[in-house]
């Protein structure tokens, strides 16, 4: 009797109803661990985000400044300043997250990459905690962005339910194009290849998109391509939630599935690759 009270505990948490939260528990936990790492980077070089402060600031400031003047893209009754600022937040997290790769080539350079091989963690756990360290980064943009929108006297929306919002599309969009690259750098393996691709992916990426201009001024191909692009869904969403009255055009329902279901393949897909970036 006294055996058989000892192993019902143990049975309780080897039934098979439990096994799968046991194992999502143990997912989170390895890919909390791995984010944890990569974020502390940022103790070491805490300059990288003051100068990734630059580009968002300029477009804003210079860009979207004449631009609201001038009046050349039709925007309705929305300020070219107000529509191009979700835009430019979305840029700023397409831009870190794109080259995010090549941190790992770096550290199969150094060693780091056989380490998390050989540690007892899956490879979708390593490469979702990259895509949150990732996300954990382009937060940073997000509170840029809120700073000089609110100088240049956007028509931000402010509750709590709004801006949570944009915390959940930034990190979204932060994973999607973090784990992107890293399947970039599992298939080049070397820097200078990834710098290339890199460059070429960026621009077609961001300007095939709603960022900076509406798609309805859009050729019906290349519209046809912003359907398509990711970032389009993250712009969307982004702009429906920072702005006031604003209303998405595909609705944040679509935004955010398209964002979350693009991230979970590119995860699976990355973890499956990353093991290649060792040889």
Same mark, same amino acid.
């Given at each position: 009797m006294k055996q058989e009270e000892r192993a019902a505990p143990h049975a309780v948490f080897t039934s098979p109803w439990l096994r799968p939260l046991a194992a999502t528990a143990t997912f989170v936990r390895q890919a909390l661990v791995i984010a944890e790492l990569e974020a502390r980077k940022l103790r070491h070089d805490p300059t990288e985000l003051l100068t990734r402060a630059v580009q968002p600031a300029l477009w804003l400031l210079v860009f979207g400044q004449v631009f609201t003047h001038t009046r050349a893209i039709p925007t309705g009754d929305l300020r070219y300043i107000d529509f191009m600022s979700p835009g430019i937040l979305a840029q700023s997290v397409l831009f870190i997250s794109i080259f995010y790769g090549i941190a790992a080539i770096w550290e199969r350079d150094v060693g780091i990459v056989h380490k998390f091989l050989v540690a007892p963690a899956s490879r979708a756990a390593i490469?979702?905690?990259?895509?949150?360290?990732?996300?954990?980064?382009?937060?940073?943009?997000?509170?840029?962005?809120?700073?000089?929108?609110?100088?240049?006297?956007?028509?931000?929306?402010?509750?709590?339910?709004?801006?949570?919002? &944009?915390?959940?599309?930034?990190?979204?969009?932060?994973?999607?194009?973090?784990?992107?690259?890293?399947?970039?750098?599992?298939?080049?393996?070397?820097?200078?290849?990834?710098?290339?691709?890199?460059?070429?992916?960026?621009?077609?990426?961001?300007?095939?998109?709603n960022a900076i201009y509406p798609l309805s001024v859009?050729?019906?191909?290349?519209?046809?391509?912003?359907?398509?692009?990711?970032?389009?869904?993250? &712009?969307?969403?982004?702009?429906?939630?920072?702005?006031?009255?604003?209303?998405?055009?595909?609705?944040?329902?679509?935004?955010?599935?398209?964002?979350?279901?693009?991230?979970?393949?590119?995860?699976?897909?990355?973890?499956?690759?990353?093991?290649?970036?060792?040889?």
């Open positions: 490469a979702t905690g990259k895509a949150l360290s990732a996300g954990v980064r382009a937060l940073s943009q997000a509170i840029i962005v809120y700073v000089l929108a609110a100088i240049l006297q956007v028509r931000l929306a402010l509750t709590v339910q709004a801006v949570l919002g &944009v915390i959940v599309a930034v990190v979204l969009g932060a994973a999607l194009f973090s784990t992107f690259s890293l399947i970039v750098a599992c298939l080049v393996k070397t820097r200078e290849r990834f710098m290339g691709i890199g460059q070429v992916l960026t621009m077609p990426l961001f300007f095939a998109s859009m050729p019906d191909w290349l519209r046809t391509i912003a359907l398509g692009n990711p970032l389009t869904y993250e &712009v969307d969403a982004l702009r429906t939630l920072m702005l006031s009255g604003q209303a998405s055009s595909y609705g944040l329902g679509v935004d955010f599935a398209v964002l979350t279901g693009v991230t979970a393949l590119f995860v699976v897909i990355a973890g499956q690759l990353y093991p290649r970036i060792a040889t």
